[in-house]
């Protein structure tokens, strides 16, 4: 079984400043990927960032990065200069085949 | 490109009452997943299904059940409504020429059952 875990119910933080959301994963699979996604209050989740187990450097999208560290299982999200628009629940996710495995999520505020 | 599109957005039914909530993927993709998300559980997976088969199953009751059509739209099906069946429905499609193994989601169904 895979297991996702998120130890940050809630965050705060300052405007255009960095926040780092931590994941924990536990799989058995050789080979997995790992994905970050946002759900702002609308519900809708928004696809952030992936990595790949094998993936050799660790995946960036514009403000967003992600901090891999296989021998720890962990996959941190970094948002740099956050936004107001930042607000919402994040969730960590591991794949194996079609099936995404969610973490508890974390829920970020920006605060002006 | 459109994204993922499901209807309706908001649902509300009685106890015992059955349920059809539709999904229409990403113009190419054809897996289509269905999740619900609940504060209790969180986000849990229901089923996928690729070219018209169940590929992937999650542990949930047979009440719940899916459909995938030709053009690889899906429904998602719950009989016998309870009372915890009040959820966000999320549905999922993935592959493409890009991002082969991401999951895109759509704005969620949301069900309250009386």
């Known amino acids: 079984a895979q297991k996702i875990t998120q130890t940050q119910p809630g965050m705060f933080v300052q405007e255009k400043e960095a926040v780092t959301l931590d994941c924990t994963y536990d799989?058995?699979?050789?080979?997995?990927?790992l994905f970050w996604y946002k759900q702002p209050s609308s519900g809708e989740m928004i696809f952030l960032i992936y990595?790949?187990?094998?993936?050799?450097q660790n995946a960036t999208e514009g403000r967003y990065s992600l901090n891999f560290q296989k021998a720890r299982k962990s996959a941190n999200l970094v948002i740099s200069a956050s936004q107001l628009g930042d607000s919402a629940m994040y969730f960590c996710a591991i794949a194996r085949f079609e099936k995404l495995t969610f973490g508890t999520g974390t829920r970020l505020t920006i605060i002006p | 490109k459109a994204g993922v599109t499901q209807t309706p957005r908001y649902l509300i039914k009685t106890r015992g009452q059955q349920v059809t909530l539709s999904c229409s993927p990403i113009s190419g993709h054809r897996s289509v997943s269905w999740y619900q998300q609940t504060p209790g559980q969180g986000l849990q997976f229901l089923f996928e299904y690729f070219s018209e088969t169940q590929r992937n199953k999650g542990n949930f009751p047979g009440r719940f059940s899916g459909r995938q059509f030709s053009n690889s739209r899906s429904e998602m099906n719950v009989s016998t409504l309870e009372l915890g069946d009040s959820a966000l429905y999320l549905c999922a499609s993935m592959g493409g020429a890009l991002g082969a193994d991401t999951q895109y989601f759509g704005p969620g169904t949301r069900l309250t059952v009386l």
């Open positions: 799989t058995s699979d050789p080979s997995y990927g």
């Open positions: 990595q790949g187990s094998y993936d050799q």
